[in-house]
């Protein structure tokens, strides 16, 4: 008895493991902090360039008095670039929907070498710095006169730099193989390629095709780099003007020009969040967990 | 109920039809014939060609050179899915979300062009038939697996198909569900009359649907025949393993008699001289308790399961394998009981 | 499966606009700008550039800031993704929604954010300033830029951290627990494994951001010494294409190449979120 007894018991008395008080209390209050001060990194200064706007006096700040004075001549002297930027937004949409969601669409379907190397190469124009896709196009194109003095120069810049993001997020949601199914029960049922394409296949592709238009029209509007180098005195966005402004004038109408940054983004954004978008414009997993179980049904 | 103006229904026959997968042969050369009106069911393990033959009637696959398909007269070969006019009933149902019901069932209608009045018609018709004409109007995610599969075949006969294919409808149902469709399905595809081939791994779904029953395993028709034929007279072991379960006598030759560890069979008639070592197969709900002192086998009893119906009792010792016995519900034997089995005499099979 | 539903012709069809749009306003282009950066005798324009002093400090200062903010993002990132992934609390969605916001900042935009914090009106130089004394202004330098590089870094890849931490599997956690692992361990031996080929892919598209980002630098001084500030220079004030052309064909070899290294390290999941 005594020496089985005495096997279970440790050899030397063991040292008292270390132990602060709720190690786990302490690394989760860390988290909080650094996640906390992050927020408040990203968005006091959003809040801040807010207030500078409205603030009659930056110097003195809020006690000098709220006005809308810098919003307003922000706006009679900007607000042909913020509809300039509204424009490309919506022809860069227009280009990019009619050639990156058939793209989409095949690059899912195909499974073939050939169309990943095609994927491979339509993905560049993002991985490679937007500066040099500028300079390229002016190398090529910049002795067009017409051309590069148009609004059609800008648009082509932004359909480049965008259209990955449309045709991946339409190809997210062609690639499911239910899609597959239901085109191959529509053909069983007489429709030709055309017909399918149109009543089954973009029906169905919708959220990714609104997910890619949201991540477009969002790019679009504070797209910079590119449309920098591209720009002329009579083709500025809003991001140039931005820039212009920041650089020459007081703080005040830098601010409230980037309130008006901030009012076009917001509601593209909120649409975003909403649907689950996140940044690659690819529709969340949770979101697509969530309209998938909403479709689970009752036993008969 | 039989639906207003059938087609006359149409013979199939497949001929040397093989495929190959990416250097992969998955089907080897088959030649098959379906009658017109008849139900075949196309049964196996999963891998086993039996949707890929499917899939080669309906169109979405093409069989290797030398294959040639045709539904009566017409030589379909060449002919992709959307020109062969089957109706397909898919795996998942492959209903269109976008759609409602009624839009479901009426697609291949307004493809066709069929003026919208016809099709709203048949369109109820067919609900009708279905009882789903509550369900019209609904989007498809608020139905009942149940009622898919009911609105997935209803969208295949509104075409008025020459051929209808389903492949494993019942299978994406849970199992009480299935056995109460599965009788449904019986004695719609009797009523409708049309050419049916019919894939599934479920030997219940394809002794009570088929016709006939094609089994198939690694890209190879093992054996085709009636329910009672592939059950009661297997052609191979396969056949045998595969559909119901499958006792195995093995032992030596002697005097006309199968002499095995717990006694003596008398062999089946016809039974190939091959070689002294034999083996005789039988099911386990033809053998029958008896005596002891007078039973062709003895043995004693491993193990007993109690099943509802039936008892399946595992008794060893009477045959080198362990033997499975079926017997009616209200038995209970303890471990190591020693027991005698006779088999009736037309039970016992010879296999190659 | 060979796929009788899609027909070659309708396969062509449908990529060739889009691959219309690519070739004449990309690849073409790009192809040329490569000629042109060779300036008729590639290997002698190249070697002169890539020798030069000056260039080639540039671009070291831009992959070393690169690769800073790439390590402070990915650390920051991992422990605020954690976070929000996991936990559920009240205003969690209007939390993700703040931090998610500056994903659509041009780098003009995170320059001025950067000014607002650092310049010489700024937070912190006030904060600063109070607490010892000393105004901290920092924005117009590389510190400046860094705190912008971060700015627009930490949104994408904090979103990327929760994607991969959602789909963690918690019964992996909860096993290492019962066999006695501190939460050090567990983080170390079964958290940041299976993060790693998500946290490697968010990496690689950071660091290929923060390399070819041009409009932070723009706004906070044209004279802070990274590469793309340095090829606008030479296009705009000195006008030689050909060096900016080449300069550009650098930055993009660099950027693809520590693009394709992490693909290889961690499979597709680069592709999924470049």
């Known amino acids: 008895m005594n020496s089985i007894t005495a096997s279970l018991q440790p050899a030397a008395k063991p040292r008292p493991r270390l132990r602060l008080p709720g190690a786990r209390t302490w690394l989760a209050a860390g988290q909080w902090f650094v996640t906390l001060l992050l927020c408040a990194f990203l968005i006091v200064p959003v809040v801040m360039s807010i207030m500078a706007g409205l603030t009659v006096n930056y110097f003195k700040g809020v006690s000098s008095g709220l006005t809308l004075r810098w919003l307003a001549e922000v706006w009679t002297q900007y607000h042909g670039s913020v509809f300039l930027s509204l424009e490309v937004a919506a022809a860069t949409l227009v280009v990019t929907l009619l050639t990156g969601v058939p793209a989409g669409y095949v690059l899912a379907r195909s499974k073939t070498r050939l169309s990943r190397i095609i994927e491979e190469f339509l993905v560049l124009p993002i991985a490679l710095p937007g500066l040099a896709s500028a300079l390229a196009l002016l190398v090529v194109y910049g002795g067009f006169t017409v051309f590069r003095m148009s609004v059609a120069f800008i648009v082509v810049g932004h359909v480049v730099f965008t259209l990955p993001f449309m045709v991946r997020a339409v190809a997210a949601v062609c690639a499911s193989s239910d899609l597959r199914t239901l085109e191959e029960g529509a053909a069983s049922l007489g429709a030709s390629f055309l017909q399918r394409f149109v009543t089954i296949v973009l029906p169905n592709a919708r959220p990714g095709i609104v997910a890619g238009a949201l991540a477009v029209l969002t790019l679009s509007i504070g797209e910079f780099n590119l449309t920098w180098m591209l720009h002329t005195p009579d083709t500025k966005t809003l991001p140039v003007g931005l820039a212009d402004t920041y650089a020459s004038l007081r703080i005040e109408i830098g601010s409230a020009y980037t309130i008006l940054f901030f009012i076009m983004t917001m509601p593209l954004l909120v649409a975003m969040q909403w649907l689950g978008v996140d940044a690659t414009g690819q529709r969340s997993a949770a979101k697509k967990r969530v309209t998938a179980s909403s479709s689970k049904s009752p036993q008969p | ?120 018609q048949r369109v109820d018709e067919l609900l009708g038939m279905m009882r789903l004409t509550a369900h019209a109007d609904k989007p498809i995610d608020q139905l009942s697996g149940g009622q898919r599969q009911r609105v997935a075949l209803a969208r295949a006969l509104a075409v008025q198909p020459r051929v209808l294919l389903l492949d494993e409808p019942l299978t994406a149902l849970d199992a009480r569900l299935r056995d109460a469709l599965r009788s449904q399905m019986n004695t719609l595809l009797r009523e409708l009359g049309i050419t049916t081939v019919y894939v599934t791994h479920d030997q219940a779904e394809a002794m009570e649907l088929g016709d006939r029953i094609v089994v198939m395993s690694a890209g190879r028709i093992e054996q085709i025949g009636s329910p009672r034929e592939i059950y009661y007279r297997p052609a191979n072991r396969t056949v045998a393993q595969f559909v119901g379960t499958i006792n195995r006598l093995a032992g030596e030759r002697r005097d006309g008699m199968l002499t095995t560890t717990g006694g003596a069979v008398p062999l089946p008639a016809g039974s190939t001289h091959a070689s002294p070592a034999h083996e005789i197969f039988f099911r386990p709900e033809d053998a029958y308790l008896a005596d002891p002192a007078h039973a062709q086998l003895r043995g004693h009893i491993e193990s007993t399961a109690f099943l509802g119906e039936r008892t399946r009792l595992t008794v060893g010792g009477a045959a080198p394998d362990a033997l499975l016995i079926d017997v009616a519900g209200r038995v209970e034997l303890a471990r190591g009981t020693p027991v005698g089995i006779s088999i009736a005499q037309d039970a016992l099979i010879a296999l190659s | 499966m060979n796929d009788i539903t899609f027909p070659l012709r309708w396969r062509i069809a449908l990529i060739a606009p889009a691959l219309a749009v690519f070739i004449a306003f990309w690849l073409l282009p790009m192809g040329a700008l490569a000629q042109l950066s060779g300036d008729g005798h590639a290997f002698a324009t190249y070697r002169a550039m890539l020798t030069n002093p000056r260039y080639m400090s540039s671009l070291g200062a831009t992959v ?211």
């Open chain 3, 64 to 274: 070393l800031l690169s690769a800073a903010v790439t390590a402070a993002t990915l650390v920051l990132s991992v422990i605020a993704g954690l976070l929000l992934a996991r936990r559920e609390f009240a205003l969690k969605r209007t939390l993700l929604a703040l931090l998610t916001f500056p994903l659509a900042f041009p780098g003009v935009v995170v320059g001025f954010m950067v000014i607002m914090l650092a310049g010489r009106q700024g937070l912190i130089g006030a904060l600063s300033l109070k607490l010892t004394g000393d105004r901290w202004v920092f924005a117009y330098s590389m510190s400046g830029l860094f705190l912008g590089y971060l700015y627009f870094s930490i949104p994408r890849v904090i979103v990327t951290v929760m994607a991969s931490a959602t789909k963690l599997d918690a019964s992996l956690e909860e096993a290492a627990r019962s066999l006695g692992a501190s939460p050090w361990r567990i983080m170390r031996d079964v958290v940041l494994p299976a993060l790693s080929p998500g946290l490697i892919a968010a990496g690689a598209v950071c660091f290929a951001t923060a390399m070819g980002a041009f409009g932070t630098a723009f706004t906070l001084a044209t004279d802070i010494d990274v590469l793309p500030m340095t090829i606008y220079t030479e296009f705009t004030l000195n006008a030689n294409m050909v060096t900016a052309a080449g300069l550009s064909i650098v930055l993009g070899l660099v950027t693809w190449a520590v693009l394709a290294l992490a693909r290889s390290v961690s499979g597709s999941a680069v592709a999924a979120s470049a």
């Open chain 2, 1 to 120: 109920m039989k639906l207003a103006s059938v087609p006359a229904a149409v013979p199939i026959a497949l001929t040397q039809c093989a495929k190959t997968f990416r250097g992969t042969r998955v089907l080897e050369p088959l030649d098959l014939h379906i009658g017109a009106g008849e139900t075949l069911v196309l049964l196996g393990p999963s891998g086993c060609g039996k949707t890929t033959t499917l899939r080669m009637i309906a169109g979405l696959e093409t069989p290797d050179a030398g294959g040639r398909i045709a539904f009566g007269a017409d030589d379909v070969t060449a002919l992709p899915i959307e020109k062969r006019q089957v109706g397909m009933v898919f795996q998942s149902y492959a209903l269109f979300p976008n759609l409602t019901v009624r839009g479901n069932i009426g697609y291949g209608l307004k493809i066709r062009r069929v003026p919208a009045e016809t099709v709203r």
